[in-house]
């Protein structure tokens, strides 16, 4: 599918380029593939370097799978079952060195997310976050102690076919347009802007 996103100003192509398909082929990915996503990860920039994301994942055809997919909702099991790996994304709520509590932790995962994502952009797999998953039993089933927010499940997988997604999301396989820049940067002040639909 041709990308039809048109950046208002200049930036490197791999923006405009990355997007949340839900079409994948049900293929595995190698672990060399899988490992490039979270090494993407690892140099997110973080408050006092504390690095608090976290993943769990889980891989298609181990033992698993079944758990993680079935913490999800029936909508995301639907197209979320092609696949190749599952992860779940933690922040950790407190700094190592101190045990204090870190205000900018969900920020600074939120970073490591978007390495993640970008990645897997440039490696042409579908890299989809999701908060459609049941996060409490999340906490239960993978053991997470309270320490730990969890933050959001993604599928990982190699591109599929639009024709094989239920016939209510091939109508929505296609990449989103943004909001314009002047809509959330604002000099000197905050400005509410008005819903436009």
Do not use: C
């Not at 599918?1 to 930036?11: A, D, E, F, S």
């Not at 490696?123 to 053991?143: A, C």
């Amino acid at each position: 599918m041709k990308n039809k996103r048109t950046p208002q100003y200049k930036v490197n192509k791999i923006f405009p380029k990355r997007w949340s398909p839900r079409a994948m082929s049900g293929e595995e990915i190698t672990n060399e593939e899988l490992m490039s996503l979270f090494e993407a990860a690892r140099w997110a920039p973080s408050s006092y370097n504390n690095q608090p994301w976290r993943f769990i994942y889980a891989k298609k055809n181990t033992e698993n799978w079944k758990k993680f997919y079935n913490l999800m909702v029936e909508f995301n099991k639907s197209w979320a079952k092609n696949a190749a790996v599952l992860i779940v994304a933690l922040s950790k709520k407190t700094f190592s060195h101190n045990n204090q509590p870190s205000v900018t932790a969900q920020f600074d995962t939120g970073a490591a997310w978007q390495n993640l994502a970008l990645q897997g952009s440039i490696m042409n797999l579908v890299v989809h976050g999701m908060q459609g998953f049941d996060y409490h039993k999340t906490k239960f089933e993978l053991k997470i102690s309270e320490d730990y927010d969890v933050l959001a499940m993604i599928a990982v997988g190699k591109k599929g076919k639009k024709k094989d997604l239920p016939k209510e999301l091939r109508e929505r396989e296609f990449p989103s347009d943004r909001k314009k820049v002047n809509e959330f940067a604002f000099e000197g002040t905050f400005k509410e802007i008005p819903k436009t639909h």
